[in-house]
């Protein structure tokens, strides 16, 4: 029985010293210790020596039994400190690197400038509604005195969805909608995308944007509408520019104005410091940047507003034409075309 035991040991002591990996040594433990490995059963066995062997034998397996134990736990310890020491060494961190920039997006210049001219409007008191971009043709056209017989109606214009609907052609018909569904006093402000059925060049896109603006109340007048253009684009362009109105035709208002700035490029002296003309304005010293005019009598009649007793005026501009002006940029395109190149200069 004691040569057993020690043969025993011998054959526990060459599996550890040859095992390498926490599997092995957990099936070795399984094969000697566990509830039917075999030293576990070699110790069942002590019960059945004789009486005088009992307490020498079973010594020595309690012993064997601890040893093993032992060493089985020193070289799992063991391990786990490689592994940690490794994992240590392997993170460790140089702190005098230089940090890694992320990547940030970024609006786009088309909603920098909106926001800018949302943010100065919503500041003067105007607040911001929106109308759905497939509009039926009473909206578009006919509540805003548009004739039917209007070019604006052609095909060649107008994008046509069905018979009587369209992508809209601007942000006017929201002025129905708002004033359909409220009295005055109203100060609304509606940004978005309007659609004309146009060949694509440096000018025009057949998607672009506007932002409308409308005021109804009681004696509104042109000097009113003046005023809030006068401070917009002030605040829009710098302190030094000027407006100036000409006369114009939208069948929705009367009268009505075509608004110039003065040039943002040459600030309306129409050379350029090195005395070359200006090309932005094409030397002429102001730039043409929306419509607009007091509110049409046939307008407020098509919305129930009795235009005896209520005025106001509407004015719309291109987003695009602003962001263009503020940022030289030449080519409208360029804004839809997800060039990051162009993108990542605003
Ligand atoms: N809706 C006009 C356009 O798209 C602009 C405009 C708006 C003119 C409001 C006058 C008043 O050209």
Redesign the pocket.
């Known amino acids: 029985m004691k040569a057993t035991l020690e043969a025993l040991g011998a054959e526990i002591q060459a599996a550890l010293d040859t095992c390498r990996t926490d599997d092995d040594l957990e099936r070795i433990r399984v094969g000697y210790l566990g509830r039917k490995g075999r030293l576990t059963e070699l110790m069942r066995g002590v019960g059945a020596l004789p009486a005088d062997d009992r307490p020498v034998i079973g010594d020595l397996a309690n012993q064997l039994k601890r040893r093993v134990d032992e060493r089985i736990e020193s070289l799992r310890r063991g391990w786990e400190a490689e592994r940690r020491a490794q994992a240590l060494a392997n993170e460790r961190i140089d702190v005098t690197l230089p940090g890694r920039v992320g990547v940030h997006g970024h609006v786009h210049p088309l909603t920098v400038v909106l926001d800018e001219a949302i943010g100065i409007l919503v500041g003067l008191g105007f607040s911001v509604y929106e109308g759905p971009h497939i509009e039926d043709d009473h909206h578009n056209f006919t509540a ?1 005195n548009i004739p039917a017989d209007h070019p604006a109606r052609d095909m060649h214009d107008t994008f046509f969805v069905d018979e009587s609907h369209v992508l809209r ?4 018909p929201v ?1 129905i909608r708002v004033m359909e569904n409220q009295e005055p006093p109203i100060a609304a402000l509606v940004p978005g995308p ?1 659609y004309r059925h146009e060949v694509e060049t440096v000018k025009n896109s057949a998607m672009f944007h ?1 932002i ?3 005021l109804v109340d009681r004696r509104v007048t042109f000097g009113d509408l003046k005023g809030v253009l006068a401070l917009f684009v002030q605040r829009m362009f710098g302190d030094d520019t000027r407006v100036r109105f000409r006369p114009s035709f ?1 069948p ?2 009367e009268p ?1 104005a075509e608004v110039d700035i003065s040039c943002v490029i040459c600030r309306g002296a129409r050379r350029l410091p090195t005395g070359d003309p200006c090309r932005v304005c094409k030397a002429s010293g102001w730039l043409e940047i ?4 007091l ?1 049409h009598p046939e307008v407020f009649l098509s919305v129930g507003y009795d235009p005896e007793v209520v005025s106001g ?5 291109g987003v695009e034409r602003m962001a263009m002006l503020k940022y030289g940029i030449t080519d409208i395109r360029l804004f839809y075309q997800n060039d990051l190149r162009f993108l990542r200069q605003f």
């Open positions: 805003l052609t601007h942000t006017s002025q309007v506007q409308e603006g409308f939208f929705f208002t009505s929306l419509g607009s005019g509110i005026f509407a004015f719309g501009m």
